[in-house]
Each structure stands twice: as structure tokens, then as C-alpha cells.
């Protein structure tokens, strides 16, 4: 199996991430990774429409998603998930990833902006800080033609 991108996006599909990426890193599929989403026909739906024409769709729960990627298949795969959590399960499940783009997480109480699309909680930090513990690079574009902007440095 062969990761493209990897991005986390509270908005998960939405047209930048359908297109500007999807493009750019010319993937075969689009694979979203959330164990709450999983078990809701309603939200599969609404994400499948959002999948651009000619690419593979899937909606897969953590364990299902860590045998998935260990898999052999020859798609290139563009991986969506809401938050970082979801990154650090799939990597303590054996998941490799060399880079991680951290694009839209929002504020809500209790997060402290860390660039323009990216706030965070304590929480949200320490995880990403053992992301970064793994060699994973954590890095903050909004579009792929952006300048890449190292979150550690920022956190």
C-alpha cells in the first residue's frame, strides 16, 4: 500500500482536499479514517459525493485501516482523519508514516492558535509530539503549493 499524503482535516473531504491534493499528489483513492463515522450510512454517503469522479472512496475504522495499509494493493492513496489521535493509533499499529500534513483544526474553547488553520489543545500537542517522537514529519500546509511550515518548531 502506498500513502500519498496523509492529512489531518476536521472538514475531512471537502473541495480542496477533493481536488488541490488529490491532484497533486495523484491518487487512485481516497481513504478516511474515523471509528465514529464508520458505523453512520448517512456521513459514508455525504463523503463518497465528495469524492471526485474516477477515485476509489473507502471509510474504514482504525484496526480495519492498520490491516488495509499493511496490505499489498497499488493504489495511491490519499489518507483524511479528523484529528492526530487517529495518526498515533494506526502508528502504534504498525502504520509507517514519513510525513503527516496538519491542515484544518479549528478553534473551539481551550485551543490556542498555532497558525492561521491550526489550533490546538495541551492534548492535541503531546500527541503531536509523539508523532514527531516516531521521525514523523508534521507539516502545516493549507494548499500543496504552500510553504511547508514545521509544527513542532511552532509548539
Not at 497533486?24 to 463515522?37: G, K, P, W
Request: negative net charge; hydrophobic residues 40%; proline residues 2%.
Amino acid at each position: 500500500m502506498s500513502i500519498a499524503v496523509t492529512r489531518i482535516d476536521e472538514r475531512l473531504i471537502h473541495g480542496q482536499v477533493a481536488y488541490s491534493w488529490s491532484v497533486a499528489y495523484q491518487v487512485n483513492e481516497i481513504v478516511v479514517v474515523d471509528d465514529v463515522l464508520v458505523n453512520d450510512e448517512m456521513q459514508r454517503m455525504l463523503l463518497e459525493m465528495a469524492v471526485p469522479e474516477g477515485k476509489k472512496f473507502q471509510l474504514l475504522s482504525v484496526d480495519e485501516a492498520s490491516n488495509y495499509f499493511k496490505s499489498e494493493n497499488k493504489l495511491n492513496t490519499f489518507l483524511v482523519v479528523k484529528g492526530p489521535q487517529t495518526i498515533l493509533d494506526l502508528a502504534n499499529q504498525g502504520v509507517h508514516f514519513k510525513e503527516i500534513n496538519v491542515g484544518g483544526m479549528y478553534f473551539k474553547e481551550g485551543k490556542e492558535e498555532v497558525t492561521k488553520t491550526v489550533y490546538l489543545n495541551d492534548d492535541e500537542k503531546k500527541i503531536f509530539r509523539d508523532l514527531a517522537s516516531k521521525n514523523i514529519y508534521l507539516d502545516v500546509r493549507t494548499a500543496p503549493s504552500d510553504k511547508s511550515i514545521d509544527l513542532i518548531s511552532r509548539i
